[in-house]
């Protein structure tokens, strides 16, 4: 694929990012020419615009070797293997840095013009470039986006070598590339127009896109759509919940439509949280079908970087099941059918949850699960289990499809084609949504009218 300029890569990229559209984004570009993609990512989200400033302090002898990286604010980021590896003194080290930081200092001044930085603490940055082709600065800057204090980091651009992708995704929490092209020479050969971006140019798109930028509105669901629209009048509570009955505090997200048929209690996958974006996708979509949702954390931010913990699949599941005991409690969802949907490890503790002796839950999706972690439990699963696998997911496509064998009541295995294991493909969330959606409403549905009757 070739772009015609930067503009129709931006284009293409913000069609491919869609699926955070309404989430607390920033999207930040890195000059000069990822400015005007970023500009295009940035309209297609209805988010702010912002330049991320680097420098990359490259070794005396191999510039493309970084050592480290520097930001605005004072940040400073050192790689010590490289830094041991270049065998530089302190003083040389200082060297560099002060010519960096006297060249990153002329950029600020001149970019920023005294126009304050758009705040990144807590929130998810989608980090753009035009293209990637070693990688180096691209790290530099999630690693100065994480020092700035973003809560999640998105590394997106139009094209990008696989190799080099594979390597980032330890930089990035997600990365996202229109084209990942197996011969892969040079940036500019993916475009027909690859000329230089003037300072001018960046000035210009960073005054467009503080003038045109407005608070994010929702959108309807539908190809290559954001969020659905829930109107304000249709929902009777929408509030951040702390979680008492455990004991660890916790907190989550609960949603409650007017005369809700039934409630869904999400439980994400590692490395996530209730702030998950695909997650919260498919809860507006329920929450619009007329499901109440709960989305929490299982577990707490410093439990979150435990291995043991993340794939402790008995303690996800006691946690999720005392989760939901509490919702049972809260009077607007009494009396409720109750389902779960779970991501990754997160489906192997709903499904584990599930599997108690009287635990109620009446229908189970799963998006990208691991039920095999679950596997001497899935016997025991009584509720109708939906498992949804993305076609060019492999490993986990076999996974649930040895899972669902196990399974003794009622099943399913989705295949959503061509969708990899995080469904970031054009459309690929949109079909989760409507499975999940469907899938609730039928047996949800039918428990909620039983139990009316």
């Known amino acids: 694929m070739t772009f015609r300029n930067r503009v129709d890569a931006g284009r293409a990229l913000g069609r491919r990012l869609e699926y955070l559209r309404g989430c607390d984004v920033v999207v930040v570009g890195l000059p000069r020419g990822g400015v005007p993609v970023a500009y295009e990512v940035a309209r297609a989200l209805d988010a702010p615009l912002d330049v991320i400033l680097v420098r990359k302090l490259g070794a005396p002898f191999q510039p493309e070797l970084a050592m480290g990286a520097i930001g605005e604010g004072g940040i400073r980021v050192v790689y010590e293997p490289t830094l041991r590896l270049a065998e530089l003194s302190p003083e040389a080290f200082a060297a560099v840095e002060a010519r960096e930081r006297a060249e990153l200092d002329r950029r600020v001044r001149r970019l920023r013009g005294g126009r304050a930085r758009e705040p990144l603490a807590g929130r998810l940055v989608v980090v753009v470039d035009d293209g990637i082709a070693t990688g180096s600065t691209a790290s530099a800057a999630c690693q100065v986006v994480r020092a700035a204090g973003a809560a999640r980091v998105v590394l997106a651009a139009p094209i990008a070598p696989p190799p080099v992708v594979d390597a980032l995704r330890s930089e990035a929490d997600e990365v996202v590339c229109v084209e990942t092209p197996a011969a892969f020479f040079a940036i500019g050969e993916f475009y027909d127009d690859f000329s230089q971006t003037s300072e001018e140019e960046v000035l210009d798109l960073l005054h467009r896109a503080t003038t045109e930028h407005r608070e994010p509105a929702a959108a309807p669901v539908g190809a290559g759509a954001g969020p659905p629209t829930v109107e304000a009048g249709s929902v009777s509570r929408d509030v951040e919940v702390d979680l008492p009955t455990l004991p660890v505090p916790l907190r989550g997200r609960l949603t409650v439509p007017r005369g809700a048929r039934g409630a869904v209690v999400f439980a994400h996958g590692s490395g996530s949280s209730r702030h998950s974006p695909r997650n919260r996708y498919v809860a507006d979509v329920l929450t619009e079908a007329g499901f109440a949702t709960l989305l929490f954390d299982l577990l707490t931010p410093a439990e979150d970087t435990d291995r043991s913990k993340i794939f402790d699949i008995p303690l996800l599941a006691r946690r999720l099941a005392d989760v ?106 949109e079909s989760v949504a409507a499975l999940a959606r469907d899938w609730f409403v039928r047996h949800l549905d039918l428990v909620g009218q039983h139990r009316r009757h």
């Open 324 to 429: 939901t005991d509490w919702l049972r409690g809260e009077p607007e969802v009494a009396g409720l059918a109750m389902g779960y949907f779970g991501a990754s490890t997160g489906a192997a503790a709903a499904l584990w949850a599930a599997a108690e002796e009287g635990s109620h839950i009446e229908a189970i999706v799963s998006r990208g699960g691991r039920p095999d972690l679950a596997a001497a439990r899935l016997p025991a699963v009584e509720a109708p289990t939906l498992l949804i696998v993305g076609g060019a997911d492999e490993l986990v496509l076999d996974l649930n499809k040895q899972a669902a064998t196990l399974l003794r009541h009622e099943n399913r295995v989705a295949v959503v084609p061509g969708a990899t294991h995080l469904f970031s493909e054009p459309g690929a969330l």
